[in-house]
Structure formats: C-alpha cells, structure tokens
C-alpha cells in the first residue's frame, strides 16, 4: 500500500479536515500506533521482546480451559 490509496477530503476554504483510506491500510496504521504505544513502558518493551522470541506455549484451546472460558 501507498499513499496513493489515501484520498484527502477538503472543507470549502481547501483545508484538508480527513482521509479516506483502505480498512487495510487503517488496521497496519492502527497496529504500528498500538506497538509504538506498548514499546513506551519499558517494561512492556521488555515483555514483548522476551514473548516474541518464546518458542513454547500453549492452544488457545488450553489457555480458555484454564481460564475457566
């Protein structure tokens, strides 16, 4: 995706006021503000860092058993 896919909307007096974007384009925004927000705590950068490179875990399936969901 480009900036192309972005259409700018204009008031009267020619003052860009919103866009129009493609809903993908919105949700990788979206997702790269919400990373940008998390990495903030270093705390959380720490958390995220440590998770990404985790190679065990456990099934949604076993995560909502134990949760009681």
Same mark, same amino acid.
């Given at each position: 995706?480009?900036?192309?896919?972005?259409?700018?909307?204009?008031?009267? #007096?020619? %003052?860009?006021?919103?866009?129009?974007?493609?809903?993908?384009?919105?949700? *990788?925004?979206?997702?790269?503000? @919400?990373?940008?927000?998390?990495?903030? #705590?270093? %705390?959380?950068?720490?958390?995220?860092?440590?998770?990404?490179?985790?190679? *065990?875990?456990?099934?949604?399936? @076993?995560?909502?058993?134990?949760?009681?969901?």
């Amino acid at each position: 995706m480009s900036l192309t896919d972005i259409q700018y909307i204009s008031d009267e #007096s020619g %003052n860009t006021v919103g866009v129009i974007a493609l809903i993908d384009l919105w949700r *990788e925004i979206e997702s790269e503000r @919400e990373t940008a927000y998390l990495l903030k #705590s270093e %705390n959380m950068k720490r958390r995220l860092l440590e998770a990404k490179d985790r190679q *065990e875990g456990i099934t949604l399936d @076993e995560a909502c058993e134990k949760l009681g969901i």
